[in-house]
């Protein structure tokens, strides 16, 4: 599975951007499919995600202002991120868990900016 993000920039705090997700590959065999960022100095975190059934895991920090949603023709998951802060800056990985193989797939961050 190969896993290209794209979509991040620099934006005004209360701003929007969308990140883009294209997959190739088995992505049939992801039982999870979603966004991590990963702030200066911290770990990475969970954003949101899809389980193969779809249902939606979103972190509590970003309720009600990102949306995770999906392509399937297009093998693409979607993160619009609407009233941006500036605590939301980090570079955003685009995730697929195979469990079954327990194989973790990421692929190259795309940064966000968000300035005050």
């Known amino acids: 599975v190969q896993l290209q993000a794209s979509g991040g920039g620099l934006v005004q705090a209360g701003g929007s951007l969308r990140l883009s997700c294209a997959a190739s590959?088995?992505?049939?065999?992801?039982?999870?499919m979603g966004w991590y960022r990963q702030a200066p100095g911290k770990q990475r975190e969970l954003v949101a995600q899809?389980?193969?059934?779809?249902?939606?895991t979103y972190v509590n920090s970003v309720k009600g202002r990102f949306t995770i949603s999906r392509d399937n023709a297009k093998n693409t998951v979607y993160l619009q991120m609407n009233n941006l802060k500036p605590e939301d800056t980090a570079v955003y990985y685009c995730?697929?868990?195979?469990?079954?193989?327990?194989?973790?797939?990421w692929g190259p961050g795309t940064l966000v900016t968000v300035s005050s």
């Open positions: 995730h697929g868990l195979n469990i079954r193989t327990s194989t973790n797939y």
């Open positions: 590959g088995s992505i049939g065999s992801l039982n999870y």
């Open positions: 899809f389980t193969r059934s779809g249902d939606i």
